[in-house]
């Protein structure tokens, strides 16, 4: 169970050390694995505190329900299925991080109204008002994906981490980083479709 703490250095940039495993995050996580924690709250929380902002909750208030979408993880990580293609851990993440908004908002709305009940009110009606599709995440998700490729990074030689990059994230032809690399084109394709599944097993988006 990752501690408030944990989820508050989860806020910075940095990577872990630890030693990584080519098993799903997921399944670390049903393990109870403390390290697969540590690198949930690494990866995830800044998109965490991206929603809660979006969802206009006030930066003081975040910490408190960043920890309370932790622990609805915890106890609930072994309800999530990925029962369609479109069922994702991010998309779960979500609902989650929406309902404990929301939860909060509606606590502050039992209060008096001198200590911002009505706002509160007003906010938690807000919530379910606010369309998934208005958010600009493409940034945000950008940043999760450098996070969980630098901890995935030591577990590939470089030459097929730079197979993958360069046809990834520079967006070159195959054929062009297998010459310049001396592989052939289809042992390019190879390496980035590795590095691509131990990626997405890394952000719980697919199994062992």
């Known amino acids: 169970m990752p501690s408030h703490k944990q989820a508050q250095r989860g806020h910075g940039?940095?990577?872990?050390?630890?030693?990584?495993?080519?098993?799903?995050l997921l399944a670390r996580l049903r393990d109870d694995?403390?390290?697969?924690?540590?690198?949930?709250?690494s990866l995830y929380t800044p998109l965490v505190y991206f929603w809660c902002q979006?969802?206009?909750?006030?930066?003081?208030?975040?910490?408190?329900?960043?920890?309370?979408?932790?622990?609805?993880?915890?106890?609930?990580?072994?309800?999530?299925?990925?029962?369609?293609?479109?069922?994702t851990f991010r998309g779960w993440l979500r609902t989650i991080t929406r309902s404990k908004v929301a939860d909060h908002y509606r606590r502050c709305s039992r209060q008096p109204q001198a200590s911002g009940g009505s706002v509160a009110h007003r906010r938690m009606a807000e919530?379910?008002?606010?369309?998934?599709?208005?958010?600009?995440?493409?940034?945000?998700?950008?940043?999760?994906f450098?996070?969980?490729?630098?901890?995935?990074?030591?577990e590939f030689q470089e030459r097929t981490w730079q197979a993958f990059w360069r046809t990834t994230v520079d967006s070159q032809p195959a054929n062009d980083v297998a010459e310049e690399l001396s592989m052939r084109p289809g042992a390019v394709r190879v390496a980035k479709s590795?590095?691509?599944?131990?990626?997405?097993?890394?952000l719980g988006e697919s199994p062992d």
């Open 13 to 24: 940039h940095g990577s872990l050390s630890d030693s990584s495993t080519s098993r799903s």
């Open 33 to 41: 694995d403390s390290q697969a924690w540590d690198r949930l709250v």
């Open 54 to 87: 979006k969802l206009n909750l006030p930066e003081q208030e975040i910490p408190d329900v960043v920890q309370e979408v932790y622990k609805a993880v915890h106890s609930n990580i072994d309800r999530f299925r990925k029962d369609r293609a479109q069922d």
């Open 127 to 144: 919530v379910a008002d606010v369309e998934d599709d208005g958010f600009d995440e493409e940034p945000v998700y950008n940043a999760l």
């Open 146 to 154: 450098l996070r969980a490729l630098e901890l995935i990074r030591g």
């Open 194 to 202: 590795r590095v691509l599944q131990r990626l997405r097993r890394e």
